[in-house]
């Protein structure tokens, strides 16, 4: 006969925790995490008060429960912390963070002029100067520091039903962990200063299931990587995402350009992307490889957020470059070669946005066998957009076998005079349109509603 043992309770005020937030938690609550693990395992119980830490190691075999009431925040003394996370745990097994309490990172920022060259928004910026905008952009303060959650190696994670607000850096950073659920959470970032801040940030991780969560993120909300951040980069893979409503003013839904293996085997559906500057994201700048994917049942609505942010209310973004196509810093030489996309369907889709719809392959390596299947676009104006580049609805090029199925694209208002034709598809073979639906836009009847150039193999229905 097998004999349970009691289950063990930790509770962090028996440790010398105060529940007064301005009181350092730190030691008591990585003492009771100790002492957890170190008969076995069982739950660290942070009961309803306000507990300020640095740094918190976890353990194997750990349940970190914050009740209902319950705040931990990051400290604004940078001493604190020994890792990059406030909550940390590397080649570490059955790791649980649940409750219905929050994890607060204090995230503050100042504006100050933009003084350095970043390559990724500096067109933007040479649009601002031109338009006459202010220069000044937010900056985490000094004292913000770290993500709210930060896991390296570990496996069997799971994450539920907490709040992470206010991060000052990516909310949770996950790097090459296996058998990941988070489910429930809520993740907040500031829409307007909050540069760095990222939802979930799944790096090389396996076996991944995200569902039933609210992101609203500075920066981009769900983005995977394949990364070599904390060691040899390995594919992100095996990932399945639901029931999520999302918001950025970056990228809600990005296959991140910071690949380098490959972010493959992925299926999201039953999601609502609001407020975005951008929708969903396929990118590709080192080398690495997407395939295998399906996003479906998905509504997207897209706005113009600020100059310093990557998007332009873009519904639907594909990217596939080299990074010195962009950055001249890079050293060609030592670039990996182009990367790949191949086998991605998106399906079901309703979006919106004030920008152009761009699927940009490469002409080394065009992306493969890409459906949209029952999508319907409709392009908005923006007339107060300084930075507005919007142009023709949806444009595609550098692709091979290419299906666009019960695709229309529409105008919901006609004053815009930089809209042109809906769809035009360049440098593209095998393609199949049928049951495409376009018209030019009112503000330039001229314009041919549909552009094929330099396209082969063409069946029309």
């Not at 990051?74 to 994890?103: C, V, W």
């Amino acid at each position: 006969m097998t004999t349970l043992l009691p289950f063990h309770v930790f509770n962090v005020r028996d440790f010398g925790a105060t529940g007064q937030k301005s009181d350092d938690a730190q030691l008591a609550i990585q003492s009771a995490i100790d002492a957890c693990a170190s008969t076995g395992g069982g739950m660290v119980y942070l009961p309803p008060g306000q507990y300020t830490s640095g740094t918190l190691h976890l353990r194997s075999h750990v349940r970190l429960h914050l009740e209902a009431g319950a705040t931990l925040y990051s400290s604004k003394n940078r001493a604190a912390f020994d890792k990059q996370g406030l909550l940390y745990a590397e080649d570490a097994e059955n790791i649980t963070l649940e409750g219905r309490g929050t994890i607060h990172g204090q995230a503050t920022y100042e504006r100050r002029l933009h003084d350095i060259r970043d390559w990724y928004i500096y067109p933007n910026q040479l649009l601002a100067e031109k338009a006459g905008l202010p220069l000044l952009r937010p900056f985490p303060t000094p004292d913000s520091y770290g993500n709210l959650v930060q896991f390296i190696r570990c496996s069997d994670v799971q994450i539920r039903d907490l709040s992470f607000v206010h991060s000052p850096s990516w909310t949770m950073h996950l790097f090459c962990c296996d058998r990941v659920r988070i489910d429930g959470v809520f993740v907040s970032t500031s829409l307007e200063d909050g540069v760095w801040a990222d939802g979930i940030d799944p790096d090389g991780c396996r076996d991944l299931c995200i569902a039933n969560c609210t992101i609203e993120t500075g920066d981009d909300a769900l983005v995977f990587y394949s990364s070599s951040i904390y060691g040899p980069a390995r594919a992100c893979e095996n990932i399945t995402v639901t029931n999520c409503r999302l918001s950025s003013a970056s990228s809600a839904l990005k296959f991140c350009d910071g690949n380098q293996v490959a972010i493959r085997n992925v299926t999201i559906e039953n999601c609502v992307i609001t407020n975005s500057n951008r929708g969903i994201a396929f990118m590709v700048f080192d080398g690495g490889v997407i395939e295998n994917v399906i996003v479906t049942n998905v509504v997207v609505e897209c706005r113009p957020f600020d100059w310093f942010w990557w998007g332009d209310a873009d519904p639907i973004h594909f990217n596939l470059i080299r990074r010195s196509e962009i950055d001249p810093n890079i050293d060609v030489a030592k670039e990996p070669a182009i990367g790949a996309m191949r086998n991605i369907m998106l399906r079901n889709i309703i979006a919106q946005g004030a920008g152009s719809c761009r699927i940009h392959g490469n002409q080394d390596s065009p992306i493969e066998n890409l459906t949209l299947e029952n999508v319907r676009l409709t392009f908005a104006d923006a007339p107060h957009a300084p930075l507005d580049k919007s142009g023709d609805g949806l444009s595609i090029d550098h692709v091979r076998n290419l299906r666009l199925s019960d695709v229309e694209i529409r105008w919901a208002t006609s004053q815009h005079s930089h809209w042109r034709s809906a769809l035009v598809v360049e440098h593209a073979r095998d393609v199949i349109l049928d049951g495409v639906r376009a018209q030019s836009s009112p503000s330039a009847p001229d314009a041919p509603a549909v552009v094929l150039k330099d396209v082969g193999d063409v069946i029309t229905s």
